[in-house]
């Protein structure tokens, strides 16, 4: 059964750096393309950042470009979130997940939450993010 757990979240300030991980059971990471998404209380879910599996080619929302940085734990069927520079809009719980594609899907970084809940389906719990001074 695929699982993904999702850890690294916390309480930091602005500015500040935080480094999320999302791990896998029974699923191999490296094949696949994973895409890091987040929510907010009250709103959709979003996609953050993609990590490509063909040809290690990155995806990042507008809105955390030149701050958070993807990467493969090589080996380690481990995805890394560096996130650097947080913003109080950074606040929300961080999901992992892949639709079985080795390519990042742009739908899930158009604003609507449709391809997301359309073609992901196993979610972790999420690793809740708290950006505040």
């Known amino acids: 059964q695929v699982q993904f757990v999702e850890s690294g979240g916390g309480l930091v300030q602005p500015g500040e750096s935080l480094r999320l991980s999302c791990a896998a059971s029974?699923?191999?990471?490296?094949?696949?393309?994973i895409t890091w998404f987040r929510q907010a209380p009250g709103k959709e879910r979003e996609g953050v950042s993609c990590?490509?599996?063909?040809?290690?080619?990155?995806v990042y929302a507008d809105s955390v470009k030149g701050r958070f940085t993807i990467s493969r734990a090589g080996g380690q069927n481990t995805v890394y979130l560096q996130m650097n520079s947080v913003e109080p809009e950074d606040t929300a719980t961080y999901f992992c997940?892949?639709?079985?594609?080795?390519?990042?899907?742009?739908?899930?970084?158009?604003?609507?939450?449709?391809?997301?809940?359309?073609?992901?389906?196993?979610w972790g719990q999420g690793t809740l993010v708290t950006v505040s001074s």
């Open positions: 990590i490509s599996s063909a040809d290690g080619s990155t």
């Open positions: 997940a892949t639709d079985q594609s080795d390519t990042c899907n742009p739908e899930y970084f158009s604003g609507s939450s449709y391809p997301i809940l359309r073609y992901l389906e196993v």
């Open positions: 029974g699923f191999t990471l490296d094949y696949y393309a």
